[in-house]
């Protein structure tokens, strides 16, 4: 189903909004830009570093009528 669809882009606004990560300003490039495998690994490296904050930082959701 398409409304179970997520990709970077969830992921990346989570960060900024949540925890004020940007990764174009906050993580650094390594590798040639614009090439695919490069870009790749950028990409892998800082969703890693976002889900990785998130997880931290989360809290426990208490059930609507638990004491």
Known sequence: MHYNDRD?????DLGRALLGFDPK???PFT???HNA?????????Y????YQALAVNA???KKVGAA
């Not at 969703?47 to 976002?50: K, T």
């Open 8 to 12: 970077v882009r969830t992921i990346v």
């Open 25 to 27: 300003k906050d993580m």
């Open 31 to 33: 590798g040639e830009r």
């Open 37 to 45: 495998l490069d870009d790749a690994i950028h990409q892998a490296k």
């Open 47 to 50: 969703v890693s570093a976002i």
């Open 59 to 61: 809290q426990p959701v």
